[in-house]
């Protein structure tokens, strides 16, 4: 099967290091392993069989001959020492496979074919069996001795059926034969070493299939991961060219119906999100108009409304904050389609950061906020962006937390002036429970939220982005509160759009989109904007913009 990437574009997937126990290193390593095991459980039988065969040869052929010998042996008895000497010497000249060494005992009468009467290689066990009553059959037996292996026969002299004997009987008589098995052994050796010798050069060719095999295993595996890598990257139409009927082909074939079914549900999803995302855009530009009137109404029957009796005037009022809300709404909803549309632009200029935040709370009547900021900051920032942000949080502070209200800005960085202590409050980033994301404004006057949350539509012009150039520092804007801080199951949520941290509440002063609206204007300044909760009580947002 071969992995097939549409259009063949898109950057390559990035070269991982060979792993030392890999799969590839595995199958081979098992490949020898079974091949290893299988010479040498040949070579172990082989050497066996050789073994027996070449030691039961020799054994059969020297017993043999050895009994033949002494069979036709011509002593009278008495035994003379010197007619018994020549007869174990000629017995020993005709020895097979090889010359022997013959001894003889009768009674305390020992004689051999060599200058020593007695071996020390035959056997005690031997003797018995030789000397045993009534024995007329010889007996065998393979000992070591000095680590040189030999073949001891023993065979009882009995007389003829000649002299009157109806039957052979023992005469006493026991002749043994010493054979030296050191040539049989070293045969025995050599194979096994040829047998050894012969292994490696095979493992070395069992070396070649076991690469062919994991080379023909891992090729399928490779190009399902390098299949699975395109999808992960977003190309949903990957496929795998799938041949023949084995497991790695079905593995193939299931993959493409998988990829095949999650690429048709991510199309419905997708063209379900733009649908919705479209339906929200339209009915927030058809509504603006009609609201634009309805304020225009409302603005005009509060002033009115102290003319009016008490029932007819708390209506009015109703109305003319239920309207406003409204029209929030609509703005935010305008706002964040824009974002989800990817048409949102910064149009940036270098301002003083310390007097945006100070005419931010100046436009919206919050004096009652504490204010902490370094004087001499020079960023480039959007300004009706960067005032919707500060406005957001704080008017969110002041909604949900409680006073004081302080907002801290200062600079981080090699670059950055000294500003005021940061650590009067906890630093965002110094909470485990830290929440970065998504939202956190609701103005405490729903017309005030309005003017927070958006302003104008983004003017045209050139998209300029911060942080470019030769500044390194970074912006640091807090908002904190005296308040109850934010529970821990609401931190992961508190920028979700939408999200009500009381599910009780069916309604909410705000549209619950200020704090999304504000991490959307966070990240296209480049930045981060962080929730946590102070150590001391009360909640903290910390955003950082590059300077």
């Not at 108009?289 to 708390?314: F, H």
């Not at 801080?485 to 599910?503: Q, T």
Request: proline content about 7%.
């Amino acid at each position: 099967m071969k992995a097939h990437v549409p259009g063949g574009v898109g950057r390559p997937p990035r070269r991982r290091r060979p792993r030392p126990f890999g799969l590839r290193t595995r199958l081979v390593l098992a490949f020898l392993l079974v091949a290893a095991v299988g010479c040498g459980t040949t070579a172990a039988l082989t050497y066996r069989a050789a073994r027996t065969a070449i030691l039961e040869q020799t054994q059969d052929t020297a017993v043999s001959a050895f009994r033949q010998q002494v069979e036709t042996l011509n002593i009278q008895l008495p035994v003379d020492h010197d007619g018994l000497r020549n007869e174990l010497q000629r017995i020993a000249r005709q020895g097979k496979p090889r010359p022997w060494r013959v001894y003889a005992e009768y009674g305390t009468l020992r004689v051999s074919s060599t200058e020593r009467p007695e071996s020390s290689v035959l056997s005690p066990e031997l003797r018995r069996r030789a000397t045993a009553a009534g024995t007329t059959h010889g007996s065998f037996q393979r000992v070591v001795k000095d680590g040189t292996p030999y073949l001891t026969v023993a065979v009882p002299a009995v007389f003829g059926n000649f002299r009157g004997y109806p039957e052979s009987r023992p005469t006493g008589l026991v002749v043994y034969a010493v054979m030296d098995l050191g040539v049989e052994e070293a045969n025995i050796e050599a194979m096994l070493l040829a047998a050894r010798d012969g292994a490696l050069p095979a493992l070395l060719v069992a070396l070649v299939p076991a690469l062919l095999a994991a080379r023909g295993v891992l090729r399928p595996v490779r190009e399902l991961r390098l299949a699975a890598h395109s999808m992960g990257r977003g190309r949903l139409d990957t496929r795998i060219h799938a041949k023949g009927s084995d497991e790695l082909a079905d593995l193939a074939r299931t993959f493409n119906e998988s990829a095949a079914e999650l690429e048709r549900s991510v199309t419905e999803l997708r063209r379900a999100e733009a649908r919705a995302r479209r339906f929200a855009s339209d009915v927030s530009h058809e509504l603006r108009t009609p609201l634009a009137g309805m304020l225009a109404v409302t603005e005009v029957l509060d002033e009115d409304a102290g003319t009016l009796d008490p029932d007819t005037a708390r209506a009015v009022r109703l109305i003319s904050a239920e309207t406003g809300k409204l029209a929030v709404l609509v703005e935010d909803l305008m706002e964040i389609s824009r974002f989800d549309a990817r048409a949102a632009e910064l149009h940036t200029d270098e301002v003083d950061a310390a007097e945006m935040v100070r005419k931010t709370l100046q436009n919206r009547h919050w004096h009652q906020v504490v204010t902490e900021c370094t004087d001499g900051i020079r960023a480039r920032l959007d300004p009706r962006r960067f005032d919707v942000v500060v406005a957001n949080l704080v008017g969110n502070a002041l909604r949900h937390g409680a006073q004081p209200v302080t907002v801290r800005v200062y600079a981080e960085g090699a670059d950055a002036p000294p500003g005021p202590d940061p650590r009067k409050g906890p630093d965002a980033r110094q909470g485990k429970n830290a929440r970065q994301g998504p939202d956190a404004r609701q103005g405490p006057d729903a017309r005030q939220g309005k003017d927070a949350r958006q302003g104008t539509d983004p003017r045209p012009g050139t998209d300029s982005r911060p942080g470019e150039g030769t500044r390194t520092g970074i912006l640091v804007t807090e908002v904190a509160d005296r308040g109850p801080g934010i529970p821990e199951d609401v931190l992961p949520h508190v920028f979700d759009r939408f999200y009500k941290a009381d599910a009780a509440r069916t309604r909410s002063a705000g549209s619950g989109l200020g704090l999304a609206i504000t991490l959307e204007n966070v990240r296209l300044h480049g930045g981060t904007v962080v929730a946590a909760n102070r150590p001391d009580g009360g909640a903290v947002f910390t955003v950082r913009i590059p300077l």
